[in-house]
Protein backbone atom coordinates (compact mmCIF):
# COMPACT_ATOMS: atom_id res chain seq x y z
CA UNK A 1 0.00 0.00 0.00
CA UNK A 2 1.87 2.84 -1.44
CA UNK A 3 0.95 5.71 1.00
CA UNK A 4 3.11 8.74 -0.53
CA UNK A 5 2.44 8.93 -4.33
CA UNK A 6 4.08 10.64 -6.84
CA UNK A 7 2.09 10.54 -10.55
CA UNK A 8 4.12 11.57 -12.66
CA UNK A 9 7.73 10.04 -13.11
CA UNK A 10 9.43 12.95 -15.41
CA UNK A 11 8.88 16.47 -15.89
CA UNK A 12 10.76 18.56 -18.31
CA UNK A 13 10.60 22.78 -18.25
CA UNK A 14 12.22 25.33 -20.13
CA UNK A 15 15.03 27.42 -18.24
CA UNK A 16 13.20 30.65 -16.57
CA UNK A 17 9.59 28.86 -16.31
CA UNK A 18 8.19 27.20 -12.91
CA UNK A 19 8.54 23.45 -12.14
CA UNK A 20 5.13 22.17 -10.39
CA UNK A 21 5.98 18.57 -8.85
CA UNK A 22 3.01 17.05 -7.29
CA UNK A 23 2.39 14.64 -4.19
CA UNK A 24 -0.40 12.75 -2.63
CA UNK A 25 -0.92 10.82 0.15
CA UNK A 26 -3.44 8.69 1.81
CA UNK A 27 -2.70 8.66 5.22
CA UNK A 28 -4.71 10.92 7.12
CA UNK A 29 -2.09 10.49 10.19
CA UNK A 30 0.95 12.12 8.33
CA UNK A 31 1.51 15.90 9.69
CA UNK A 32 5.09 17.03 8.49
CA UNK A 33 5.83 16.67 5.03
CA UNK A 34 9.51 17.31 3.46
CA UNK A 35 11.12 17.48 0.15
CA UNK A 36 14.53 16.16 -0.89
CA UNK A 37 16.29 16.33 -3.99
CA UNK A 38 18.62 13.92 -5.14
CA UNK A 39 21.60 14.36 -8.10
CA UNK A 40 22.64 11.00 -9.97
CA UNK A 41 25.44 8.96 -7.42
CA UNK A 42 24.85 11.36 -4.47
CA UNK A 43 22.43 11.21 -1.55
CA UNK A 44 18.88 12.56 -1.39
CA UNK A 45 19.75 16.59 0.71
CA UNK A 46 16.50 18.29 2.05
CA UNK A 47 14.86 21.02 0.37
CA UNK A 48 12.12 22.40 2.20
CA UNK A 49 9.52 20.98 4.41
CA UNK A 50 5.78 21.98 5.95
CA UNK A 51 4.29 21.22 8.88
CA UNK A 52 0.13 19.93 9.04
CA UNK A 53 -0.60 23.40 10.24
CA UNK A 54 0.61 25.56 7.85
CA UNK A 55 -0.19 25.94 3.95
CA UNK A 56 2.63 26.90 2.53
CA UNK A 57 6.20 27.42 3.43
CA UNK A 58 8.79 29.82 1.09
CA UNK A 59 12.73 29.37 0.73
CA UNK A 60 13.90 31.33 -1.82
CA UNK A 61 13.11 30.12 -5.24
CA UNK A 62 11.13 27.05 -3.81
CA UNK A 63 7.97 26.87 -2.33
CA UNK A 64 6.06 24.24 -0.90
CA UNK A 65 1.84 24.12 -0.53
CA UNK A 66 -0.05 21.99 1.68
CA UNK A 67 -3.60 20.83 0.55
CA UNK A 68 -4.82 18.88 3.56
CA UNK A 69 -8.40 18.21 2.81
CA UNK A 70 -7.03 16.91 -0.85
CA UNK A 71 -4.36 15.05 0.93
CA UNK A 72 -1.92 17.22 -1.62
CA UNK A 73 1.06 18.67 -1.46
CA UNK A 74 3.02 20.26 -4.37
CA UNK A 75 6.86 21.90 -5.04
CA UNK A 76 7.12 25.30 -6.88
CA UNK A 77 10.18 26.00 -8.43
CA UNK A 78 10.20 29.50 -9.99
CA UNK A 79 12.27 30.44 -11.96
CA UNK A 80 13.54 26.77 -12.71
CA UNK A 81 17.48 26.59 -13.54
CA UNK A 82 19.55 23.59 -15.04
CA UNK A 83 21.07 23.27 -12.00
CA UNK A 84 17.85 22.34 -10.47
CA UNK A 85 17.75 18.96 -13.31
CA UNK A 86 17.22 15.89 -10.17
CA UNK A 87 14.93 13.59 -8.98
CA UNK A 88 12.43 14.92 -6.70
CA UNK A 89 11.40 13.26 -3.51
CA UNK A 90 8.25 13.94 -1.18
CA UNK A 91 8.57 12.42 2.08
CA UNK A 92 5.63 12.34 4.86
CA UNK A 93 6.04 11.79 8.92
CA UNK A 94 3.30 11.16 11.54
CA UNK A 95 3.96 12.06 15.26
CA UNK A 96 2.73 8.37 15.91
CA UNK A 97 5.35 6.74 14.00
CA UNK A 98 8.00 8.53 15.57
CA UNK A 99 10.98 9.77 13.62
CA UNK A 100 10.20 7.11 10.18
CA UNK A 101 9.62 9.04 7.07
CA UNK A 102 7.28 7.61 4.09
CA UNK A 103 8.89 8.22 0.60
CA UNK A 104 6.96 8.60 -2.79
CA UNK A 105 8.67 7.06 -6.14
CA UNK A 106 10.17 10.34 -7.34
CA UNK A 107 10.35 12.31 -10.11
CA UNK A 108 12.88 12.97 -12.31
CA UNK A 109 12.47 17.29 -13.22
CA UNK A 110 14.73 18.11 -16.38
CA UNK A 111 15.34 21.82 -16.66
CA UNK A 112 16.28 22.40 -20.59
CA UNK A 113 18.30 25.69 -21.37
CA UNK B 1 32.32 17.84 9.19
CA UNK B 2 32.39 14.56 6.63
CA UNK B 3 28.49 14.27 7.76
CA UNK B 4 27.74 11.02 6.78
CA UNK B 5 30.11 8.48 5.13
CA UNK B 6 29.33 5.00 3.55
CA UNK B 7 31.62 2.12 3.36
CA UNK B 8 31.69 0.72 0.90
CA UNK B 9 30.90 2.42 -2.20
CA UNK B 10 30.26 -0.64 -4.32
CA UNK B 11 30.49 -4.25 -3.47
CA UNK B 12 29.45 -7.38 -5.96
CA UNK B 13 28.03 -10.71 -3.76
CA UNK B 14 27.25 -13.93 -5.12
CA UNK B 15 24.11 -15.54 -3.54
CA UNK B 16 24.69 -17.00 -0.59
CA UNK B 17 27.75 -14.25 1.04
CA UNK B 18 27.34 -12.23 3.60
CA UNK B 19 28.81 -8.74 4.11
CA UNK B 20 28.11 -5.29 6.25
CA UNK B 21 28.14 -2.30 5.34
CA UNK B 22 29.40 0.42 7.54
CA UNK B 23 27.51 3.93 8.18
CA UNK B 24 29.08 6.60 10.06
CA UNK B 25 27.80 10.27 11.10
CA UNK B 26 29.93 13.27 12.89
CA UNK B 27 27.43 15.30 13.30
CA UNK B 28 26.23 13.62 17.20
CA UNK B 29 22.88 12.40 15.51
CA UNK B 30 20.28 10.32 18.07
CA UNK B 31 18.61 8.79 15.04
CA UNK B 32 20.30 6.55 12.54
CA UNK B 33 18.45 4.67 9.06
CA UNK B 34 18.72 2.50 6.30
CA UNK B 35 17.04 2.56 3.26
CA UNK B 36 17.10 0.63 -0.23
CA UNK B 37 16.26 2.84 -3.20
CA UNK B 38 14.80 0.59 -6.56
CA UNK B 39 13.57 1.66 -9.63
CA UNK B 40 10.09 3.41 -9.56
CA UNK B 41 9.74 2.61 -5.66
CA UNK B 42 11.27 5.25 -3.84
CA UNK B 43 13.59 4.39 -0.50
CA UNK B 44 11.93 2.45 1.65
CA UNK B 45 13.00 1.81 5.20
CA UNK B 46 14.87 -1.26 6.34
CA UNK B 47 15.56 -0.97 9.89
CA UNK B 48 16.19 2.35 12.10
CA UNK B 49 17.96 3.57 15.56
CA UNK B 50 16.58 6.31 17.68
CA UNK B 51 19.74 5.65 20.23
CA UNK B 52 22.65 3.88 21.12
CA UNK B 53 21.78 0.23 21.93
CA UNK B 54 18.62 0.48 20.07
CA UNK B 55 16.98 -0.98 16.79
CA UNK B 56 13.74 -0.91 14.76
CA UNK B 57 12.55 -2.34 12.04
CA UNK B 58 11.30 -0.68 8.94
CA UNK B 59 8.69 -1.48 6.16
CA UNK B 60 11.53 -4.17 4.18
CA UNK B 61 13.86 -5.57 7.25
CA UNK B 62 13.82 -9.02 5.88
CA UNK B 63 17.24 -10.47 5.10
CA UNK B 64 19.08 -7.78 6.92
CA UNK B 65 20.00 -7.19 10.23
CA UNK B 66 21.25 -4.17 12.04
CA UNK B 67 23.35 -3.53 15.24
CA UNK B 68 23.96 0.55 16.83
CA UNK B 69 26.98 -0.12 19.28
CA UNK B 70 28.68 2.91 19.02
CA UNK B 71 26.33 6.72 18.56
CA UNK B 72 28.02 7.45 15.49
CA UNK B 73 28.11 3.88 13.73
CA UNK B 74 24.98 1.75 12.33
CA UNK B 75 25.66 -1.11 10.99
CA UNK B 76 23.77 -2.99 8.07
CA UNK B 77 24.31 -6.49 7.67
CA UNK B 78 22.93 -9.11 4.90
CA UNK B 79 23.61 -12.84 6.12
CA UNK B 80 23.05 -14.65 3.07
CA UNK B 81 22.91 -12.19 0.32
CA UNK B 82 19.90 -13.19 -2.53
CA UNK B 83 19.47 -11.19 -6.21
CA UNK B 84 16.52 -9.46 -4.88
CA UNK B 85 18.94 -7.41 -2.58
CA UNK B 86 20.17 -5.92 -5.49
CA UNK B 87 20.23 -2.17 -4.78
CA UNK B 88 21.24 1.19 -3.74
CA UNK B 89 21.69 1.44 -0.01
CA UNK B 90 21.31 4.56 1.80
CA UNK B 91 22.18 5.41 5.30
CA UNK B 92 20.87 8.69 7.26
CA UNK B 93 21.01 10.37 10.53
CA UNK B 94 18.65 13.38 12.32
CA UNK B 95 18.98 14.91 15.76
CA UNK B 96 15.15 15.39 15.98
CA UNK B 97 13.63 13.13 13.61
CA UNK B 98 12.44 14.35 10.76
CA UNK B 99 14.97 15.94 8.82
CA UNK B 100 17.30 13.42 7.64
CA UNK B 101 20.83 13.77 6.47
CA UNK B 102 21.49 11.06 4.21
CA UNK B 103 25.06 9.49 3.24
CA UNK B 104 26.33 8.85 -0.60
CA UNK B 105 24.83 5.88 -0.94
CA UNK B 106 26.49 1.93 -1.51
CA UNK B 107 25.98 0.25 -4.76
CA UNK B 108 25.35 -3.16 -4.11
CA UNK B 109 25.05 -6.01 -6.98
CA UNK B 110 24.13 -9.91 -5.87
CA UNK B 111 24.53 -12.19 -8.65
Known amino acids: DQQVKQNSPSLSVQEGRISILNCDYT??????FLWYKKYPAEGPTFLISISSIKDKNEDGRFTVFLNKSAKHLSLHIVPSQPGDSAVYFC????????????FGEGTQLTVNP | NAGVTQTPKFRVLKTGQSMTLLCAQD?????MYWYRQDPGMGLRLIHYSVGEGTTAKGEVPDGYNVSRLKKQNFLLGLESAAPSQTSVYFCASSYAGFEQYFGPGTRLTVT
Open chain 2, 27 to 31: MNHEY
Open chain 1, 91 to 102: AASAKVSGSRLT
Open chain 1, 27 to 32: NSMFDY
